[in-house]
């Protein structure tokens, strides 16, 4: 779907550009995080309570492997 100011996909490319000018922040990107699986998902887009348990293990691994 895009909008005014893109797509997701162009958004998160324009949140990576300019992170690239900070060498101090690092960017995780969330779409990679948890497997694409409609059984995860409560809408279609956002996780259900299963998917947000895995996006958060995943995203605390992703931190603990940036430190």
């Not at 809408?43 to 895995?54: F, I, K, M, R, S």
Request: net charge positive; charged share 25%.
């Amino acid at each position: 779907r895009s909008y005014k100011r893109g797509n997701l996909q162009n958004i998160r490319e324009n949140i990576k550009r300019v992170a690239d000018f900070y060498p101090h922040f690092q960017v995780i990107d969330g779409g990679t995080l948890i497997p694409h699986d409609p059984a995860l998902l409560k809408d279609g887009v956002h996780p259900n309570d299963q998917g947000y348990a895995l996006l958060g293990e995943a995203l605390a691994q992703a931190i603990r492997e940036r430190l």
